[in-house]
Nanobody
Framework: QVQLVESGGGLVQPGGSLRLSCAASVSIFSIDVMGWYRQAPGKQREWVAG???????SYADSVKGRFTISRDNNKNTVYLQMNGLKPEDTDVYYC?????????WGQGTQVTVSS
């Protein structure tokens, strides 16, 4: 079981930036896909961005050009750099580790975009 710990959420004004971190308990090279999701109360969890073990990235249309997923292999950490934040980006953000045997999730970190 992979343990994931997110950090970096908070309150930011519209147009501002935040960087989320997701520290994994194993080498992230061993994980097929690392991803970020978000979820608002009463809504389905929404995929935001993904990063494969080979280094390929992908993004939801709603965040493309504003968010960047990256990793630090030495720290077994995946990041989500969020720029140009909008009020509609307000959600709880979850880190995900996807492998053939299943998915693991972090506890989530709250991001609030408000003036």
């Amino acid at each position: 079981q992979v343990q994931l710990v997110e950090s970096g959420g908070g309150l930011v004004q519209p147009g501002g930036s935040l960087r989320l971190s997701c520290a994994a308990s194993v080498s992230i090279f061993s994980i097929d896909v690392m991803g970020w999701y978000r979820q608002a109360p009463g809504k389905q969890r929404e995929w935001v961005a993904g990063l494969t073990a080979g280094g390929s990235t992908s993004y939801a249309d709603s965040v493309k050009g504003r968010f960047t997923i990256s990793r630090d292999n030495n720290k077994n950490t995946v990041y989500l750099q969020m720029n140009g934040l909008k009020p509609e980006d307000t959600d709880v953000y979850y880190c995900n580790a996807h492998q053939v045997m299943g998915d693991c999730w972090g506890q989530g970190t709250q991001v609030t975009v408000s003036s």
